[in-house]
């Protein structure tokens, strides 16, 4: 399959200043040589724990956040690179979803002046047919002209975040960003805002990189599972793949930590220990090792890389020891995340009825 985006060595640091001279004294390394592909109508997700880097990473892809390193390529096109100018027309192109559509959109602006501004700026509405463009996306996103006349106070949470979605979709985007879109919503909007996600996307062929933390939204919506700790990727695989088989250690950590509805249910698999380490001074070699319970002396030394596993990328000591990768049992998706898909999946089936 053709990639529509090309991530390669993305490495985003920020400078640390202190004293009178605001002199750097190190670097918070929050993306670390990140590389990705993304297909057009795919959905590439990217998790792990807050403070990873997830962000960070879907922000320096539209050069929200300009990356220290790397490149980016969206058709072909180097993003990073480009000028000005040209940057600006490419925009039209790539788009974001905010996890808090109240603070995304300007409360002193109605919905048809926010949509109509990026029709107008790109050229792709004329001041005659603009309101007749934004009734239109209005509508597709599951809302009414009329809303158009409304300002973002106005409307419930469901329905901002799909005012955000259709002011994404203005443009006619080939890549839209979606950072934790879903994160501030009851369950019910939750998988109204998923589907229509996915309804969109086999109608107009989006590629979306999905960022959360919710792995049962991202096993609903996701093609395929980028697992981030620390900056760097230390899995992929197909979604599929990667819930019924995690190989790094962080992965089923994550995958098991889902709560359980029922408080008498004991989960026998310990939970990670620790915090996360801080993005300023990293840990040497595998950078999970601190808090890894199978970590040996190999992986305080040696980080490292990403390699194919099966139809999986695993950055993990473990897989290269069949006896040490045995050890580590499969963790069963809690009940949580089973009952999260069933309300997913019913609401989808209630949409389609």
Not at 121 to 131: E, I, N, W
């Amino acid at each position: 399959m053709t990639a529509m985006l090309e991530v390669r060595g993305l490495t985003k640091h920020f400078p640390v200043r202190r004293g009178v001279l605001r002199r750097v004294v190190g670097q918070v390394q929050a993306v670390n040589d990140v590389s990705f592909d993304v297909a057009e109508g795919e959905t590439l997700a990217i998790v792990g724990e807050s403070g990873c880097g997830k962000s960070t990473i879907g922000r320096a892809l539209l050069r929200l956040t300009p990356p220290t390193d790397g490149s980016v390529r969206l058709d072909g096109a180097p993003i990073l690179t480009l000028p000005p100018d040209k940057m600006r027309a490419m925009r039209r192109r790539m788009q974001i979803i905010f996890q808090d559509p109240y603070a995304s959109l300007n409360p002193r602006m109605t919905v048809a002046e926010t949509m109509s501004e990026p029709l107008l700026l790109h050229g792709l509405a004329t001041p005659k047919d603009v309101t007749e463009r934004v009734a239109a996306l209005l509508k597709t996103c599951g809302l009414q002209p009329w809303h158009a006349g409304r300002y973002p106070h106005e409307f419930s949470g469901g329905q901002r975040q799909r005012v955000g979605i259709a002011r994404a979709l203005a443009t006619r985007p080939r890549l839209i960003v979606c950072d934790e879109p879903v994160s501030a919503l009851d369950v019910s909007v939750q998988a109204q805002i998923v589907n229509l996600l996915r309804d969109l996307q086999a109608e107009f062929g989006i590629g979306y990189v999905f960022i959360s933390h919710d792995l049962a939204v991202v096993r609903h919506l996701a093609t395929r599972v980028a697992v981030v700790y620390l900056g760097r990727i230390v899995e992929e695989a197909p979604v599929a793949d990667l819930f019924a088989n995690p190989r790094h250690p962080y992965t089923r950590s994550l995958i098991a930590a889902a709560p359980r509805p029922d408080p008498n249910q004991r989960n026998d698999r310990a939970p990670v220990q620790g915090d996360l380490p801080s993005a300023l001074a990293p840990p040497p070699g595998c950078a999970f090792h601190p808090r890894c319970a199978l970590a040996q002396a190999r992986c305080q030394r040696e980080r490292p890389v990403l390699r194919m596993v099966g139809n999986a990328q695993v950055a993990c000591h473990f897989d290269e020891d069949a006896s040490v990768q045995g050890k580590i049992a499969e963790p069963a998706p809690s009940d949580a995340l089973q009952r999260r898909l069933a309300v997913l999946e019913a609401a989808r089936r209630q949409e389609l009825a």
